[in-house]
């Protein structure tokens, strides 16, 4: 599925999704229900924020079925040269509320002039609150449907972390 970018950088994401076929939503639909998924040649598990010990998290990485069955797609189109580290899966509400409060607490100490709504509109940005429903009537993390993923290259055990993530401290 492509996805088409709807506003600059300096927005909330934004994107105007295609339609799904109904062989595609046939599949969803056989594939939605949560497995925990594993390392195996070509995916690393790197469940950073159970690491870090937030709230909610667990040692188990969970995940709908069909992130798993395409995410073994995608390996496979990367061997033999590359791999991939997963990072985060499912979020408890709990650890996305942490989140939130992580993101907003670091923006407000890099900004104290931010008024309150401005600080959650700019927190918004990198990281959903588990209570917005303003895109999704469940935040795809929250419901096992959202991954955070790296990028490796094997040979050299070169690792392309995510850039933009802004970790809890």
């Known amino acids: ?23 595609f939503l046939t599949e969803l639909r056989k594939n939605s229900g949560l497995t925990v998924l594993k390392a195996k040649t070509g995916l690393q598990i ?11 998290t667990r040692q188990e990485v969970y995940a709908r079925k069909i992130i798993d069955k395409k995410l073994n797609e995608a390996i496979v189109s990367l061997e033999p040269d590359y791999g991939l580290i997963l990072y985060d899966a499912f979020r408890s509400r709990e650890t996305q509320l942490e989140l939130f409060e992580s993101f907003q607490k670091q923006f407000k100490s890099l900004h104290p002039e931010w008024s309150n709504e401005r600080l959650f509109l700019e927190t918004s940005k990198s990281v959903a609150h588990p209570n917005d429903t303003s895109r999704f009537e469940v935040s795809p993390h929250n419901s096992g449907a959202a991954i955070d993923v790296g990028l490796f290259q094997k040979a050299k055990l070169q690792i392309w972390e995510p850039n933009l993530m802004i970790l809890p401290s």
Do not use: A, D, E, W
């Open 46 to 56: 790197k469940n950073c924020y159970f690491l870090q010990g937030l709230k909610g």
């Open 1 to 23: 599925m492509v996805l088409q970018p709807q506003q600059s950088c300096s927005q909330p994401i934004r994107f105007q999704y295609l339609r799904p076929s109904t062989k």
